[in-house]
């Protein structure tokens, strides 16, 4: 385990010393349910045959049920690791965006997920308004094989 240090949310040079091309360790695994995926389709009405319909599941190229991507990709901040620093000072986080999102593996039910990340980038956000984090951003399956489930980079805003 690591020390956390507490940066001030304004003071770019000081976050620009966490970028880094290697990967953070894993976050806390979590596991997808039926019950998790029939939530999701609940919530957005995305009632795709592949994530309900455990009769015609057979004739899809998965086998089984699969998640949807976007329930995916919204358990991303759960997923996430601890980092060795604090953001100190800022009022309120936003999503900024999500750039280069791909969704190369399923995710089945009852596989287990957990991501990782690492900090591509700090800037000053283009309003004024704070500081923006890009994180390269991983999301992993206990059945994906050597693709990754998610795959994105995540800008968080910071003011």
Not at 23 to 43: K, L, M, P, Y
Not at 65 to 77: C, D, E, K, Q
Not at 121 to 137: F, N, P, Q
Request: hydrophobic share 40%.
């Amino acid at each position: 385990m690591f020390e956390t240090r507490i940066i001030e949310y304004l003071n770019i040079p000081e976050m620009e010393t966490y970028i880094s091309e290697k990967w953070s360790d894993w976050g806390r695994e979590t596991f997808v349910t039926g019950r998790c995926i029939d939530q999701f389709a609940a919530v957005t009405d995305n009632h795709q045959w592949i994530h309900e319909d455990s009769d015609r599941i057979a004739e899809s190229p998965y086998g089984a049920r699969i998640a949807h991507g976007l329930l995916l990709v919204s358990l991303i901040p759960s997923l996430l690791p601890d980092e060795p620093f604090e953001m100190s000072g800022y009022r309120v986080r936003i999503v900024r965006g999500v750039d280069r999102l791909r969704l190369p593996s399923p995710v089945y039910v009852g596989d287990r997920i957990h991501a990782r990340s690492r900090i591509r980038a700090v800037y000053a956000a283009r309003s004024g308004k704070g500081t923006v984090i890009e994180r390269d951003i991983e999301v992993w399956s206990s059945s994906g094989g050597e693709k990754p489930a998610v795959s994105c980079v995540l800008k968080l805003q910071y003011f």
